[in-house]
């Protein structure tokens, strides 16, 4: 018996109207291409998806990806081809299992779906978040930190005698192989310090003042350097616009990358550290004043200086100056470090020295 139908090839959007016939082993399709009689043969072994697209018109495909495919009318056709071949188990296709589904399966997926991304993206987020940092040039960083920096200045009175005695004693830090850093002092009460991605530092008169010790001092740069050193500021700021990244990597857009950079990393708000990135500042600098030989307690005292700072917060303090969370979780790691580690402590009066001048022209 003959049926009237289509022929697609899988590898063009060209229609064919085709004559199918159904034999033992095989399907016979008979068509005309560039004025010429043509003739193919289906091994019914490899014919899949059987099903129905509308009232009487159905389709079969036929091998491997580019599937071949035909479109068959004539509402006897499924009937015909079941008793042809009733050892033939097809494999409906996920359109038809779909179908089947109805409204109610079908909203099931979509949810099963949308959990399955989210569970994807959340496992994948640190790792997308590495393999961008990684692929991120420090002039980027550099021209990031910048913009920041004057957006965030427009709104304080910098304190120049301070900043360059800072960036002195910075300086003099005999840190092995040291990444560029500048030191801003600004005025302000707050008792706080922060770094922004591309070196920069911004330190508040208001915890310069409460500071005793050298060892305080070098406890307090060393701390926002680790977050320079490993980039946690620009972390922070992917970490912020992790969908729009997300989208940028799966697309691999080095443009759009930097554009999410320059635009939602312009402001102060979006530089919140994590727990975990706290804790690595804390210890790596720890570590920085092991190797150079200075009083590990201007950690802990440093750490005390701020838990009192956060008593004197309000709700009208900026939310990104509480960016030194759980300070007394921090504090109970950090005598931890202390008691087991081994510090051997040396007196450094170049630095003494600044520290005392910082401390005169408060």
Do not use: C
């Not at 990358?257 to 690595?280: K, M, P």
């Amino acid at each position: 018996m003959n049926f009237s139908g289509k022929y697609f090839d899988g590898k063009t959007s060209k229609v064919y109207p085709a004559t199918i016939q159904l034999f033992d082993s095989f399907i016979r399709i008979e068509l005309e291409e560039n004025g010429e009689q043509k003739v193919i043969e289906w091994q019914i072994e490899f014919v899949s998806n059987l099903e129905e697209k509308a009232n009487s018109i159905f389709t079969l495909s036929f091998g491997s990806y580019p599937q071949q495919t035909i479109e068959v009318s004539g509402k006897d056709f499924k009937e015909y081809f079941n008793t042809a071949y009733p050892n033939k188990k097809l494999k409906p296709s996920f359109y038809s299992q779909i179908k089947k589904m109805g409204a109610t399966g079908i909203m099931l997926l979509v949810v099963v779906l949308v959990a399955l991304v989210i569970t994807i993206y959340l496992i994948a987020l640190p790792l997308i978040i590495d393999k961008t940092i990684s692929i991120i040039p420090p002039k980027v960083e550099k021209e990031l930190s910048i913009a920041v920096k004057q957006n965030f200045l427009s709104e304080y009175e910098v304190n120049e005698i301070q900043s360059q005695l800072l960036n002195t004693f910075f300086d003099s830090l005999k840190i092995k192989e040291k990444t560029p850093v500048n030191i801003t002092v600004v005025e302000s009460s707050n008792l706080n310090a922060f770094s922004l991605p591309g070196g920069e530092i911004i330190v508040f008169s208001g915890l310069l003042k409460k500071l005793e010790t050298s060892d305080e001092l070098a406890a307090l740069l060393l701390h926002e350097y680790a977050h320079i050193k490993y980039r946690h500021a620009t972390r922070a700021v992917l970490k912020g616009t992790s969908a729009s990244l997300f989208i940028s990597i799966l697309f691999f857009d080095a443009n759009s990358i930097a554009t999410i950079l320059a635009t939602s990393g312009n402001t102060i708000s979006n530089l919140h550290f994590s727990r975990e990135n706290e804790r690595e500042a804390d210890t790596k600098a720890l570590e920085e004043m092991r190797q150079l030989h200075f009083n590990p307690t201007g950690m802990e005292s440093l750490l005390l200086h701020l838990q009192n700072g956060e008593a004197g917060q309000t709700k009208t303090t900026p939310a990104f100056l509480r960016t030194h969370p759980l300070t007394k979780e921090r504090l109970a790691y950090i005598n931890a470090a202390i008691n087991t580690g081994n510090f051997s402590v040396l007196p450094h009066i170049g630095l003494e020295q600044i520290f005392a001048a910082i401390k005169s022209n408060l």
